[in-house]
């Protein structure tokens, strides 16, 4: 793909971001993008097959169907199937008294073997119901850290589990050069139209529905840190809004009574919140102390592959390379072998130049899947090696630009070599898809990550972005957290696992990324293209903390690559990163993958 990587180079060089949106960087955007776009689509209808189970026995009469054209098969005797499907084709397991599945086919996807589990919804509706249900006390320890979160007059409200659509705009998406908060809201959400301007004597109105409506011609309240306001306030510094939220639909406003029918705006201002900005360790609200047997990188050892014990096993160089060549004509066709043996190489007997030969004749194996290409990224990155994995991030990127994950490695991949200015380059970029609805975003997740690592950049490098005349006007949000901060990134979307914290008081809090347990975050990720997560150590608690996993697999025979990013001092000018990469294979079984001593070094697994 010479002539698209040439293009991809030239995507990439305009690093100020007012130059997007003028008429001659459009024509090179734009068919630039198509030609992406139509690239990551371009894939043939294909074969998927694989073999159902309920994790023991496998399944007869699984209907398996594609949604979007109705095609449809079902699983024989063995719980074996194939269906035709194209990418971005969305199939459906579904079994009498089972939990349907579905799963999005991707670029890569070839096998899947899903594991069907009973279906209790029904029974346990209530058990169910009330474990999703969050407290007060709950929201008010999320207030800091979740910026979906908002104080009403009535309590807190997360918008994310809350009926209706509630927009939110937070302190960091605030431009300091509003007037008042009629000129803020002006353009910035659609359907609202504001009448009158910041005179001074609230002389303006805002209507969520239009002026017009026939179902509503009622102005917005305003709900202001708790107190009820019919009359726009105009004399709220906009610098001081924490969080504005619009709530438009009778559940949400309900409580407001005849004062809601118009809808409220919602302002939380930082001085009308006293409350602590203290974030909570949620492993130390419940009595939940780990239990059971977490297996130590000795044991997990002892489940590696034959060819990687003799390979361990030899004394010498040259008996390394026999070993290598002998096992090769058997793997031939492996990509795993190829990295585990690149892995060895370099990192255990230190043959660089030996170990990228491995890689370099083998490549064909790589090429053209994300996966595998991913894979040996983080290998590379964690051995620091970034020049290497940042060519294999934009392949990455020509393959998925329609991915919201392709941008962000893209762009940290270009923080890693030094490149600020081209890291900042492709945020913009981000930023302005999303404007100019080429790609989606996702506010709940993905894009909180990003923006996060973006103001980052701003906040530690914006000197090296712009000159300093320039570097002077750029807003740059005040970071929200401080500490240590941890990273999670994976190569296969199928991948299914729990996450496991630990904290020196031998507490834990569980990520759990599965479909039994979280099928809407797994469906949100793959619609947006972005497979990873972060996670806030409390500080308040220090110690060395543990990182635990249990894999459940990736619904192929194949292992999954990990990689934990770990930030210390994150925020600050002594922040620094260690990058650590796991090769999970090992199901069901809880396994430590490392610790972190809070204001230390990441200790090895």
């Known amino acids: 793909m010479p002539e698209i990587g040439m293009m991809f180079d030239s995507f990439l060089q305009v690093p100020d971001k007012s130059n997007l949106n003028t008429p001659a960087m459009k024509k090179i955007l734009f068919p630039v993008l198509l030609l992406f776009f139509a690239y990551s689509f371009s894939q043939d209808q294909r074969t998927i097959f694989g073999k159902v189970s309920d994790g023991t026995n496998p399944l007869e009469n699984v209907n398996i169907e594609i949604e979007s054209n109705n095609t449809a098969t079902a699983s024989d005797k063995e719980g074996k199937y194939q269906i035709s499907a194209e990418t971005g084709d969305i199939v459906k397991f579904s079994y009498a008294g089972l939990k349907t599945i579905k799963i999005k086919i991707e670029d890569v996807t070839r096998i899947l073997n899903p594991i069907m589990i009973p279906d209790i919804t029904e029974l346990d509706e209530v058990v169910v119901e009330a474990s999703k249900r969050r407290s007060q006390k709950d929201l008010e320890e999320d207030y800091v850290i979740n910026k979906n979160i908002i104080r009403t007059a009535w309590g807190l409200i997360d918008a994310d589990r809350a009926p209706g659509n509630i927009r939110i705009l937070t302190e960091e998406e605030i431009s300091p050069v509003s007037i008042c908060v009629l000129d803020l809201l002006k353009s910035r959400?659609?359907?609202?139209?504001?009448?009158?301007?910041?005179?001074?004597?609230?002389?303006?109105?805002?209507?969520?529905?239009?002026?017009?409506?026939?179902s509503n011609n009622r102005p917005a309240v305003f709900d202001v840190d708790g107190q009820i306001f019919t009359d726009t306030p105009v004399?709220?510094?906009?610098?001081?809004?924490?969080?504005?939220?619009?709530?438009?639909?009778?559940?949400?406003?309900?409580?407001?009574?005849?004062?809601?029918?118009?809808?409220?705006?919602?302002?939380?201002?930082?001085?009308?919140?006293?409350?602590?900005?203290?974030?909570?360790?949620?492993?130390?609200?419940?009595?939940?102390?780990?239990?059971?047997?977490?297996?130590?990188a000795s044991e997990i050892a002892k489940n590696k592959p034959n060819y990687l014990r003799e390979l361990e096993a030899s004394s010498s160089f040259e008996e390394a390379k026999e070993i290598y060549l002998t096992n090769k004509a058997k793997y031939n066709n492996s990509s795993y072998f190829f990295i585990d043996a690149y892995n060895y190489f370099y990192e255990d007997l230190k043959e660089a130049e030996f170990a990228d030969s491995i890689i370099k004749e083998n490549y064909r194996l790589f090429e053209g899947n994300a996966i595998l290409l991913k894979a040996l990224a983080y290998s590379y990155d964690s051995q620091?090696?970034?020049?290497?994995?940042?060519?294999?991030?934009?392949?990455?990127?020509?393959?998925?630009?329609?991915?919201?994950?392709?941008?962000?490695?893209?762009?940290?991949?270009?923080?890693?070599?030094?490149?600020?200015?081209?890291?900042?380059?492709?945020?913009?970029?981000?930023d302005y898809l999303i404007e100019e609805s080429f790609i989606k975003a996702d506010t709940t997740v993905f894009d909180k990550i990003l923006q996060r690592e973006y103001n980052n950049l701003l906040a530690l490098h914006k000197n090296e972005i712009m000159d300093s005349k320039k570097s002077k006007k750029i807003y740059v949000a005040e970071e929200d957290f401080k500490g240590t901060r941890l990273v999670f990134e994976w190569n296969d979307s199928e991948a299914e696992f729990d996450l496991q914290f630990v904290n020196p008081g031998n507490q834990y809090?569980?990520?759990?990324?599965?479909?039994?347990?979280?099928?809407?975050?797994?469906?949100?990720?793959?619609?947006?293209g972005y497979n990873t997560t972060e996670y806030l150590l409390d500080e308040a608690l220090p110690g060395t903390w543990q990182v635990n996993i249990n894999y459940s697999g990736n619904k192929s025979l194949t292992p999954t690559f990990l990689k934990a990013t770990v930030y210390y001092n994150y925020g600050t000018r002594a922040q620094r990163k260690e990058v650590k990469t796991f090769k999970l294979s090992l199901k069901n079984v809880n396994q430590e993958l490392f610790k972190v001593t809070v204001g230390g070094k990441m200790a090895s697994r």
């Open 189 to 214: 959400f659609p359907g609202i139209v504001v009448l009158g301007g910041c005179d001074g004597g609230g002389g303006g109105s805002v209507f969520i529905r239009g002026a017009n409506s026939i």
């Open 235 to 296: 004399w709220i510094d906009v610098t001081n809004i924490k969080r504005l939220a619009i709530l438009n639909n009778a559940a949400s406003t309900v409580q407001y009574g005849s004062f809601g029918f118009g809808g409220v705006i919602v302002i939380n201002t930082i001085g009308g919140n006293p409350q602590s900005n203290t974030i909570v360790d949620r492993a130390r609200l419940k009595n939940n102390f780990v239990k059971g047997r977490v297996l130590k």
């Open 384 to 430: 620091e090696r970034f020049k290497k994995s940042h060519e294999l991030y934009k392949e990455i990127f020509i393959l998925r630009p329609n991915y919201s994950q392709s941008f962000l490695d893209v762009a940290n991949s270009y923080r890693n070599i030094k490149s600020n200015k081209l890291a900042a380059s492709i945020y913009a970029r981000y």
């Open 509 to 528: 809090y569980m990520w759990k990324h599965s479909l039994a347990d979280n099928a809407d975050i797994i469906y949100r990720e793959k619609d947006f």
